[in-house]
């Protein structure tokens, strides 16, 4: 991996994360992909290794994914 894509996946992570507020506490895959133009396979990718880190976590009932610890 060269240093453009490690920053970039970090710049699209750490959009991912700024999306999440008071006003839109709970988002899904699809939202996320929409308001950050990604495509699906790239934003679950970028979800799913938040949720390993704890930066997020995802609601059982609902499925969508919320700010973690």
Same mark, same amino acid.
């Given at each position: 991996?060269?240093? @453009?894509?490690?920053? =970039?996946? $970090?710049?699209?992570?750490?959009? $991912?994360?700024?999306? %999440?507020?008071?006003?839109?506490? *709970?988002?899904?895959? #699809? @939202?996320?992909?929409? /308001? &950050?133009? !990604?495509?699906?396979?790239? /934003?679950?990718?970028? $979800? *799913? #290794?938040? /949720?390993? =880190?704890? %930066?997020? =976590? =995802?609601?059982?009932?609902? *499925?969508?994914? *919320? &700010?973690? !610890?």
């Amino acid at each position: 991996m060269d240093r @453009e894509t490690g920053i =970039q996946s $970090v710049n699209r992570a750490l959009n $991912v994360i700024c999306l %999440f507020t008071h006003s839109a506490p *709970r988002l899904g895959i #699809t @939202e996320i992909s929409k /308001v &950050l133009g !990604l495509p699906k396979p790239t /934003v679950h990718g970028l $979800v *799913r #290794t938040l /949720v390993k =880190q704890g %930066f997020l =976590q =995802q609601d059982p009932q609902t *499925r969508k994914y *919320r &700010l973690g !610890l």
